[in-house]
DNA sequence: ATAATAAACTGATCCAGATCAGGTTTTTTG
DNA sequence: CAAAAAACCTGATCTGGATCAGTTTATTAT
């Protein structure tokens, strides 16, 4: 057994929100009553860190970066995907402004929902309350081992994470247009734009991926890992 | 108005739990029943990454490291001090290993509450759960801050950070006995010891501390705080 | 369609901080 | 209390990846 833990930098959970499902008829029209959905467009700013949160919201279709910024640099937590929720650490009543900013990757679907309602329903309904425990929690484990990742591993490790994190988790396919440039993806992998352009290309001659402009291909999915894995 | 939010690589969660209080004394009782208390010492290992999770634990007295670790490097994810849980992300059934390993950095004195026992109170008493909400955001809006710091900071900035964070909020005073090796405040400030011993040196020079053995004292607060929010 | 703007790319240079290779002091242990 | 083992410290060297300073290729806007 191999008790050792990978710690990968992949941005995103696989966990698709089932706590909606756990609600009364009642709550889930209550919910409903007081939600309503918002269309953004790529790049467009859905939150800002410091703001005060009138919304709970939950990414319907989509995707955003989830990021925090000290106006000079900024630090992507997460990629959020559909059936994942924004600005969740506000159902504490002790964070009543955004603890990070968000931005449309591409055009992006919100459901907002009334922050004080979702927390009437974590009152009312435990096993709702249990679900929101359990994202929380998912939230923070992966957030370590994004964490590990942009603190311990080399730059050819972090973008080999980030590839292989787009393909199996986001797109779900070895095959896709990115729709991320190459400044996002040094954003995400910490590292400088030219650094990921030199580092692509390198992976590129090597045969562990395709890349023509937006088209990105895997070619060589257990080099890659294996680079993602010793650093 | 300021609104650039600071980040700070600030290892400890000023947060200490009052959520025993919210629990009727039935449920106390049933809390008691079901724990044990265990002292721990200075350098022992309080609970690995990956191992079973059988108990939450609650650090009633001492000091110890939360960290994770892939075999060759390790990254200190926060302290625990007095009044903070270890492993609370077993109160979601879908973790039952250890996200990380914890060790003592002094003599510690730890309660274990058995974790089935601790979600029955998490299910029963909705305030409860309110609070394990209320703690695990502050984790996480705690580590996003250390993650960003350990990021975007350069290593004096880093390691004032750590030094602020340990006389602001460990040991709450200006001069305090140093319980951790140059190796230690490496770990936590995401460099090598050889480093940490010289811009210890030149904070020395620099009377901003006074550092002699074990025996600390921050000289110059607002020069260090300076280092910590532009380094 | 064309100008303006942003993104992609390339090569040259530079530096913060790691690593290495010692020596010294403190702590632990038999 | 001596020996062994950590922890501490110092100087020299090395390097991954940032930064700078461009050119070229795509987008976007007019």
New interface residues.
């Given amino acids: 057994m191999d008790?050792?833990?990978?710690?990968t930098g992949c941005t995103i959970s696989t966990r698709s929100c089932k706590c909606f499902d756990i609600l009364t008829d009642a709550q889930r029209k209550l919910l409903d009553d007081n939600s309503v959905n918002i269309q953004y467009k790529k790049k467009e700013v859905i939150c800002k860190?410091?703001g005060f949160v009138s919304h709970i919201m939950y990414l319907e279709k989509g995707l955003a970066k989830v990021f925090?910024d000290?106006?000079e640099?900024s630090?992507v937590?997460r990629i959020s995907s559909e059936g994942t929720f924004l600005g969740?650490?506000t159902?504490?009543?002790?964070?009543n402004t955004y603890?990070?900013s968000a931005q449309a990757y591409v055009d992006t679907e919100i459901r907002q929902i009334d922050v004080t309602v979702f927390r009437q329903l974590?009152?009312?309904n435990?096993e709702f309350?249990?679900a929101?425990?359990?994202i929380?929690?998912?939230?923070?484990?992966q957030?370590?081992g994004?964490?590990?990742c942009?603190?311990?591993k080399q730059a050819y490790g972090r973008l080999a994470d980030i590839l292989l994190c787009l393909s199996d988790r986001v797109f779900k396919q070895s095959e896709f247009e990115l729709p991320l440039s190459r400044k996002d993806l040094a954003d995400l992998s910490?590292m400088s734009s030219e650094t990921v352009i030199r580092m692509l290309k390198k992976f590129h001659e090597d045969a562990l991926i395709d890349l023509d402009g937006k088209n990105f291909k895997v070619l060589d999915y257990s080099r890659l890992k294996h680079i993602s894995e010793t650093g």
Same sequence: chains 1, 2.
């Fill in positions: 008790n050792k833990l990978k710690f860190q410091g925090i000290n106006g640099n630090l937590l969740l650490a159902v504490s009543e002790e964070h603890q990070y974590v009152n009312e435990t309350a249990k929101i425990i359990d929380l929690s998912s939230n923070s484990v957030i370590y994004r964490f590990f942009l603190t311990h910490g």
